[in-house]
């Protein structure tokens, strides 16, 4: 039996002399997100001989196909009108995503548009903190909405005008919800 495992993200990847002794003994090979992530995981000496193949995220166009021109009704959902300028972060609310960078800079953009609004959908240990964080901008804390975790957000993707992928750590390797607002024709940052 070929024994074959899967990384998302380098910290999973473990380097300990425990670890190191278990790949190089029972791994036969490995699978990554990017070619980053097997760039730096064939720089390992211990990992040489180990087949590491990359095999990019991807996501089913048939399920973003389905939410394809639905953009006023979620709009009006969130309490929005067509003339809003929505800016939209989904992922979770832990430290090294960014978040809080995010709000601090919308809090700039929505002192020169009037129209911006920021709609922030996942949970994580730091929502408590980055609500008051919101809370701290005034009015413009006001148009930021907090909607936590959500199964399928692609109904609430097509309300954004742009998409930020705020990630402050050096190991995001690949962020998927960037490629999922691509296919609803969004631009990101």
Known sequence: IRKVIGRSVLPMFDTTLQYRRL????????????????????????????????????????RVDRYQGGRGPARQGLGFTADDFIIGAV?????????????????????EVEQAALVIIGSGSRE?????HAATLGAAGERIKFLGQIDDPYPLMTTFDTLVLPSTT????????????MAFYTPVI
């Open 91 to 111: 992922g979770r609310l832990e430290a090294h995503k960014g978040i809080n960078h995010l709000i601090a800079a919308f809090g700039i953009i929505a002192g």
């Open 128 to 132: 408590a903190e980055l609500r008051n």
């Open 23 to 62: 790949y190089r003994k029972n791994l036969d090979g490995l699978i990554t997100p990017s070619r980053e992530v097997k760039r730096v995981i064939e720089s390992f000496e211990w990992m040489a001989g180990t087949t590491i193949c990359n095999i990019p995220n991807g996501i089913d166009l048939s």
């Open 170 to 181: 050096d190991y995001e390797t690949f962020g998927q919800v960037l490629i999922e607002a």
